[in-house]
Structure formats: C-alpha cells, structure tokens
C-alpha cells in the first residue's frame, strides 16, 4: 500500500501534505488502497474530571507548654517569638523545629468549606483531602520563621 505523497485533495482540492489517511479540510479518503471500512476510528474514551488542588499555609500550631505540659494553640505570626503560656504565664521561645519544644500537630483553614483543620504535622507539605467536605488541598511545609 503507497503512503499519499502530497499534493491536492481530489474531494476538495486543499493541498494537503503526505502521509496522511485523511484530507484535514474535508476528511476524504487520500490513499486509494483504502476504503471507509479499513480504516478504524478509535473510540472516544472521556477522561475523568481533573480535580483541581488548592495550596494552603499552615495558620498555627499545637504545641506543649514546656513548664506545665499543656496543649496550646498558637499562630504561626509567632513562631521565632517569645510566648507566654495561658495556663501556667511561663514564658518560652516558639521555636518549632526546636527538640525540645513538642509540636504535637498543626491548624490550618478548608479552602472549599472553611472549617477548621487539625492535622498531624507528617501531613506538613503533603496533598490531601478535607475530612469535612473532601476538597483537595496541599498543604504548604513553610515554616515562617520571621517575627
């Protein structure tokens, strides 16, 4: 079977390049060794609806007091801060990447349903989905470190 070669379109007389089956303006057949039935058109297969993903900072963090051991939440505006615990008034340095201070988990808002999230801080950077409204998100891992 001989490709087509170039030339005009016999149906419409386009000048269509060589090597194709079918004529770009009108969609006739340009190789005469072919005929409708030989030619097989592949099914149309929908793709699934991409979802689309919205990144989110982390708005602040659940941390234990260092004196007293109790669960504060705190604002990430104040990380690199001296802070005051609302339990005990010790005051400490908000240093979370610190070993000694515990970050027990990180706060941020749903985009989609704005509900208030709480997550364990190993989802710091990962792409996940609300466990209110399933919307995605990724959660950004930018520690703010300026005061």
Partial sequence: MAAWSGGECPDCGEYMPENLIHCQTCRALLNDDLDKDSVEIPEFIPLEEIESMIEIDIRGYFVDCPRCQRELRINRKYVGST???KHCQGPFA????????????????????ENDLR????????K???KHCTGKIHILDEIDTSA
């Avoid at 908000?94 to 706060?107: E, G, K, R, T």
């Fill in 119 to 126: 997550a364990s801080t190993k989802y710091a950077g990962a």
């Fill in 83 to 85: 802070v005051q615990c």
């Fill in 94 to 113: 908000l240093d979370i990447l610190s070993p000694s201070l515990s970050v027990n988990a990180f706060y941020t808002t749903c985009p989609y349903c």
């Fill in 128 to 130: 996940v989905a609300c």
